[in-house]
């Protein structure tokens, strides 16, 4: 485990990840963009602004994806008690606030635009809410808590959060006033043009393969931060 | 009573507190039928050892076993005092020991005969001077009539009295094959008593000696004393 | 289970004889819900808006209430390291859990009843015609926010924020427990009678064994270290 760490830290092998996570993260970002300004055509109904779909989907999954990851954490430290695990989950919960927000924000605009509100009591919008004051208190732990069991009881908030988001997500569909207003769009059909759909994978892609580098950063920043 | 080889082993044991290394590497074994103390400098883990002993706190690496005869002591043969009382400060004397007499076994009538406590019986834990609550607090750790007992600076608090009930209890425990392991920096009262002592520097384990008649000690004491001049 | 009995008992004399707990618990409760009165009086609502709002009142007045109470529950094991004695009986962690929780349950329960009376009477809100109802359905609610807050107050206990941590992990966490609450409240006062056709039961029952099994099995954890 310690020469693992060390390469990590130092080795060749860390660079190369580094310049390689930088390389796709880089190039998946930039080309998400340019299929989103320069190739696909305006939307019908809202126009320039409906851009933002591409990228809110895309932060929504990044932000999925690091639930995932802060609850696989968790459990591998309480099984292993890796110092890496505790670090993984870390940096995954800070990375997926990040997101979170992103998801927030950008719904938040897409929906000014659509429905001229800054924010309606619907499922998506409701959820994300949630999962962001999940993210908030998990952070808030690690940033606040008492450092010699942070471990513990950093992986046992993440597993109780992870749990907790299912629950979250199957309980805002049934409230009552919550009209769907929430575009059901790749259910629908509602992309026309195939450009959309390339759009939107690169897109979604885009922002996880961002999630994934920022997270391994992370990860690096706070094994150099330990040694210190 | 043990029914088997009281017996203490420590198999590099590290553990670590926030990035300070506390214990690096301890090594030791012990037999019962003895009263062995633990020196030490202030901060030199002696606390964290003793905590890891009664079961309290996970090495980060190492093994610890605590044996009786060929199988692993349980929680009610082991006696543990450390820093902090253990006590419920709104609960009386009375009712503390009976609290924890009744989750594990033994008298809380005796254990107030034995160690004088009949005075402040009804008292509240809270209301207690120092060296009444050290008192009770050392009745707590001999509950039920363990065989291995640990006790981290045991006689701080403790008045004289209360120093003669302690080596009574502590000859007890020894005469019935027990072992009994004290963290102190009380060595003028107790080295007379013990039969081994232990030395411990910065996380590891630094001497150990078997004491002569009297407490004599040839090596232990000295380097002791030399290390905390 | 006779050491269940007597781990509860010994929770249960504590809190009779120095009333700390009780009396957070049941003064904020009385403070909020008349707080809660004037805010919604003021607003001259119709009773049948008030019926609707106050489904919501009760829960965040018992939220507010029942966390600060339980952030408090592990302070007198605290401070004089009890909870270790009791683990050097051979207590094993589980059952230390199970008496916190039942005993965290009984206190929050039974504040919130005096506040669903209270806040009932001062909001003018027919609580008495399906006041059972209200009790039952209050049942599995509590159960599982206390066996989550029970769980968290260790977590928070040790840390540096003290009463303020608590509060900021549990919450985000308490919602989908709430919204059951709210919900099933306003069912009942509607009709009178429970909604057994709702998703909400099983939810909360599917959120009682998930974070029950969750806290008995991560406390011991908690403890060790």
């Not at chain 1, 459990?75 to 670090?87: D, F, G, K, M, P």
């Not at chain 2, 254990?111 to 009770?136: E, F, P, T, V, Y």
């Not at chain 2, 009930?165 to 963290?183: D, M, P, S, T, Y």
């Not at chain 3, 509590?142 to 900021?168: C, D, E």
Request: with cysteine.
């Amino acid at each position: 485990m310690e020469k693992f760490k060390e390469t990590l830290r130092k080795g060749a092998l860390a660079a190369w990840v580094d310049g390689l996570g930088f390389a796709v993260a880089f190039s998946a970002v930039l080309f998400a963009l340019y299929m989103v300004f320069m190739v696909v055509p305006n939307e019908r109904v809202m126009g320039p602004v409906q851009r933002i779909f591409y990228f809110h989907v895309g932060a929504a999954v990044a932000c999925y994806c690091s639930f995932g990851v802060v609850l696989l954490g968790g459990i591998y430290y309480l099984a292993t008690r890796s110092a890496i695990a505790h670090l993984v989950g870390r940096a995954a919960g800070e990375v997926g606030f990040i997101f979170c927000s992103i998801t927030l924000v950008s719904g938040m605009i897409w929906g000014h635009s659509a429905w001229n509100t800054w924010f309606r009591w619907e499922p998506r919008l409701v959820t994300f809410l949630l999962l962001w004051v999940i993210f908030l208190g998990f952070n808030l732990l690690n940033e606040f808590g008492d450092e010699e069991r942070l471990g513990v009881q950093s992986a046992v908030l993440g597993i109780l959060g992870a749990i907790t988001v299912p629950l979250v997500v199957y309980s805002i569909q049934f409230l009552p006033q919550s009209a769907q207003l929430h575009p059901q769009v790749v259910g629908n059909r509602g992309l026309k043009d195939a450009s959309f759909e390339a759009a939107l994978a690169a897109g979604t892609f885009a922002m996880v393969a961002l999630q994934f580098f920022l997270v391994w950063l992370r990860v690096r920043i706070g094994l150099l931060e330990k040694e210190r | 009573m043990p029914d088997g080889k009281v017996a203490l082993h420590f198999e590099e044991i590290a553990k670590a507190f926030s990035r300070q290394k506390v214990l690096n590497g301890v090594n030791l074994s012990l037999q019962g039928g003895e009263i062995v103390l633990l020196l030490g400098a202030n901060g030199s883990g002696k606390s964290t050892l003793l905590r890891i002993a009664a079961d309290l706190l996970r090495p980060d690496s190492g093994r610890r076993k605590v044996l009786l005869g060929e199988r692993n002591a349980t929680a009610q043969e082991v006696g543990y005092l450390g820093h902090n009382s253990m006590l419920y400060a709104d609960l009386s004397v009375y009712e503390n020991l009976a609290f924890f007499s009744q989750l594990s076994g033994g008298l809380a009538e005796a254990l107030i005969d034995a160690w004088a406590l009949q005075d402040i019986r009804n008292s509240l834990a809270r209301d207690l001077s120092k060296g009444q609550l050290a008192r009770l607090s050392l009745a707590r750790a001999f509950l039920p009539a363990p065989s291995i007992v640990f006790l981290d600076e045991p006689t701080s608090a403790l008045d004289e009295r209360g120093v003669q009930i302690l080596l009574r209890e502590i000859g007890k425990v020894r005469e019935l094959g027990g072992l009994v392991l004290i963290a102190t920096h009380d060595i003028a009262r107790l080295a007379a008593y013990a039969q081994r002592v232990l030395v411990l520097q910065q996380g590891k384990m630094a001497c150990e000696e078997a004491l002569g008649l009297g407490g004599s000690s040839a090596k232990a004491l000295p380097f002791y004393h030399s290390i905390n001049r | 289970m006779r050491r269940l009995a007597t781990l509860l008992r010994k929770d249960l004399r504590i809190e009779l004889r120095n009333r700390e707990g009780l009396t957070l618990i049941l003064g904020h409760a009385l403070l909020l819900s008349l707080i809660a009165s004037f805010a919604v009086g003021s607003a001259f609502l119709n009773p049948l808006s008030t019926s609707r709002v106050f489904p919501g009142l009760v829960w965040m007045i018992f939220l507010f209430a029942a966390t600060l109470c339980i952030g408090r529950s592990y302070d007198h094991e605290l401070v004089s390291s009890a909870m270790d004695g009791i683990r050097l009986c051979g207590v094993p962690a589980e059952l230390i859990y199970l008496s916190k929780v039942l005993g965290n349950f009984c206190l929050i329960f039974f504040s919130h009843v005096i506040t669903l009376i209270v806040l009932g009477v001062l909001l003018n809100v027919p609580v008495g015609m399906g006041f059972l109802q209200l009790l039952l359905v209050s049942v599995p609610v509590i159960f599982a926010y206390a066996a989550l807050a029970t769980l968290l107050a260790a977590v928070a206990a040790t840390s540096r924020l003290k009463g303020m941590l608590l509060p900021l992990i549990l919450l985000p966490l308490v919602f989908p427990i709430l919204i059951s609450g709210i919900e099933l409240f306003q069912g009942i006062l509607e009709s009178g009678a429970l909604p057994l056709d709702a998703v909400w039961i099983p939810l909360l029952l599917v959120a009682d064994v998930v974070y029950f099994v969750a806290g008995i099995n991560l406390f011991p954890i908690l403890l060790k270290d």
